[in-house]
């Protein structure tokens, strides 16, 4: 398959916005403040030709990658060939940089959940995750980046939490992380850790990608709890985790906004952008300055 190599200019954070028919137009009438565009690819799957022909123009504009949601790969049940496949004929059309998925379930027992699900942090869904991912590399020719995803209860019948459960996948797959910093944050609110911490314990060099996005309060099984639902503004904290991450990591970072609808007008989500590079460049200056300190 294609993969585009990494333009020059990949040596600094990228920010970037998720492509959804909605902002198109606003996308495409801001390409010079856009370094990078996400695009959902279980979309383009069964997507006319033109769409397709669409996305591939948009490829040849700009840095484009591609976001799977349908694999299921940290499960225990075997990656659906024909999804792979899929997957595999995009990316040599579409010729991404890089292609992602989450670290979820969203099958078993021949059911379809219909959404990503936390599967229980078990030494089978660990084996299970990394035979899938391999199955992915061989199939499409690069390993997917993998995303962390959030959940309103923890998955019961874990026996890791979820950094060890994350960091042991991590350990078996030759791709890399894609940090959800939203999900993140919910979870620690949700379960009461310490999200700082759980990027101290990520091996850094493994992190290659960010996702930003908004949620709500929402009541679930009795307690107040905080859902990923993507229709809201990034949160003041969820900025603050990206400037630790640059803080933290010494790789060039590339962090895509997520929007999934009740969609603000598009200078809205550029001055997001802005702020995502805000938060970057300050998390970089910390790095610089300690940097500075131990080698005095």
Same mark, same amino acid.
């Given at each position: 398959?294609? %993969? ?19 902002? !198109? ?16 690819? /279980? ?5 006319? &030709? ?5 996305? &591939? ?16 790969? !940290? ?7 024909? @999804?792979?496949? =899929? ?30 699900? !936390?599967?229980? &942090? ?20 690069? !390993? ?9 209860? /923890? ?5 890791? /939490? ?9 350990? *078996? ?17 949700? %379960? ?5 911490? %759980? $990027? =101290? ?29 993507? @229709? ?33 007008? $598009?200078?809205? @989500?550029? &001055? ?12 970089? *200056?910390?790095? %610089?300055?300690?940097?500075? =300190?131990?080698?005095?």
């Amino acid at each position: 398959m294609k %993969f585009k190599h990494a333009r020059e200019n990949t040596i600094q954070d990228r920010v970037g916005l998720g492509w959804r028919p909605e902002l !198109a137009v606003g996308i495409l009438s801001h390409l010079d403040r856009i370094d990078v565009v996400e695009v959902i690819a /279980d979309d383009l799957f069964g997507a006319p &030709r033109d769409e397709r022909r669409a996305i &591939r123009t948009l490829s040849a504009q700009t840095t484009v990658v591609l976001h799977g949601v349908s694999l299921g790969l !940290a499960s225990s049940v075997p990656v659906d060939a024909k @999804l792979l496949e =899929k997957t595999a004929r995009l990316c040599e059309e579409v010729g991404p940089e890089y292609w992602s998925e989450h670290l979820a379930f969203v099958r078993g027992g021949g059911v379809e959940i219909g959404h990503l699900t !936390a599967p229980p &942090r078990t030494d089978d869904t660990i084996e299970g995750a990394a035979a899938n991912l391999e199955r992915a590399r061989a199939v499409v020719g690069a !390993a997917p980046l993998v995303e962390n995803i959030a959940t309103l209860i /923890d998955p019961p019948g874990s026996d890791y /939490d979820e950094i060890d459960w994350i960091n042991r996948i991590i350990d *078996s797959s030759p791709g890399g992380l894609l940090l959800d910093l939203h999900n993140l944050h919910a979870n620690a609110t949700n %379960f009461g850790y310490d999200a700082i911490e %759980f $990027i =101290k314990r990520l091996p850094s060099e493994r992190i290659v990608a960010a996702h930003l996005a908004g949620g709500k309060w929402v009541e679930a099984l009795g307690e107040r709890r905080l859902l990923d639902d993507h @229709l809201h503004d990034v949160p003041d904290p969820v900025y603050r985790l990206l400037t630790e991450l640059a803080t933290l990591t010494s790789r060039p970072l590339t962090v895509i906004l997520e929007r999934d609808g009740a969609y603000p007008p $598009i200078e809205t @989500l550029l &001055r997001q952008l802005d702020r995502a590079r805000e938060a970057l460049a300050e998390g970089r *200056s910390r790095q %610089f300055e300690q940097m500075e =300190k131990e080698a005095a």
